[in-house]
């Protein structure tokens, strides 16, 4: 009885699966190819995370913080469960030995795990599909065995990611295969959308959101008859956060060298800033293009209502403005405007709801002269850069922001023309 606690103290680091004493050496003492998970319920409900470490027909070796000593029942599959008690004289750690007490079946008990049980939890994926398979006509039996392999690979793969589901729905109730069981999905948008699939008869896929908008999913429902169907649901939520955080790494690196490149007179910003730089100041004017008679109009509304300036300088605004429209109606079947006054700055803001640009070609759009694409700002948006003090820039698949201002010193204080 104090084997195992001279073990502990002289040898903390040795694992109990390797000792003979934990579970005595037979031919049926196995270690499985991977830890096999399972939950342990006590008598309250209570459920402790576990791992089957090494186990025989009569003893498991698991790996739980559930206390030792003390009952539990293992449920391994809808009919098929094991009660078991924990040997508190026997393990180290949180590695314990739990004696199977009894094993209940759909309509009988037992005192250990049957062959095909044991075979579950201790053979590998390849020996239990030969053994079901085996009673099958010959030349069947190379093709189920390849197809069911195939298939349990595809599982396996899920459950070592430990980011999806597998669960079947039957009868208006979704049943657990496999996968990490405790995912959190939203289950009455999952149960509409396998609905939806079933009613259908093809398959869908669903991107959803959890109700506290901290977990994104990707469903993937297929039926399998008018009534029953199949569910792959994956979480990407780190997925998503990933290529986030890489593609504000990725913008912050355009931002500091086009930044660079420019004087610091070219700002690539979020969303969140561009919001910020969009309301600061006065609205002078606003409008809108949807063909090109509409630039002529906007020229006019914006001179209207800016403050005397200099010849020079009102044509400069008036040019860009042309250039930064003529780009949307280009690029994005048009877009709105609006010119702005904060001091003595004039700001124009012209924004459309394009496809953007694309972050590979950001320095050679923004840069390069006479460079252009479909989704680039053209050969014009040199122009602009040479005229305007400063460009802010906020594009992506919604939408391209550009944002102009001028320094003014206006010839008569900041009274417009149109007063």
Known sequence: MRRCLECAQKEPDRACVDCQYFIQPSPLRRVPSSPVRVLLEDGYGKQYPARILVLSTTEFGLETEAPVPGRYVIRLQENLWVEVAGVSFKG??????????????????????????????AGSTGELIYEVTRHLPEHLQDLVREKLLAEVEKSELINALKVGVVMKYESGRFRFLSGQADLGLPMEETEKL????????????????????????????????YRSGGLLALDITGVIEKERKMHRQEMQVYREAIAAVTGGRLYLVSSGEIEKVVSEG????????????????????????????????QHAIALCL??????????????????????????IIVQDRGPGIKTSELTRATLMQHYSTKNSLGCGFTLMLYYADRLYLNTGSSGTVLILDFGIMPAEGLTGLNQ
């Open 322 to 347: 042309t250039e930064a429209l003529a780009n949307a109606l280009k690029h994005a079947g048009g877009g709105c405007w609006q010119a702005r006054q904060s001091g003595d700055t004039v700001r």
């Open 194 to 225: 396998m609905r939806q699939a079933i009613r259908q008869a093809e398959h869908r896929r669903e991107v959803i959101i959890s109700a506290d908008g901290k977990k994104v999913f990707d469903l993937h429902c297929v039926p399998f008859d």
């Open 92 to 121: 180290k750690n949180n590695v314990h030995l739990f004696d199977i007490l009894c094993v209940h079946r759909k309509q009988e008990t037992a005192r250990r795990l049957s062959r095909e049980e044991y075979q579950l939890l």
């Open 282 to 313: 006065m609205e002078l004017a606003r409008g809108e293009v949807r063909q090109s008679r509409d630039i002529p109009e906007a020229r006019r509304a914006m001179r209207e209502a800016l403050p005397v300036l200099d010849s020079r300088r």
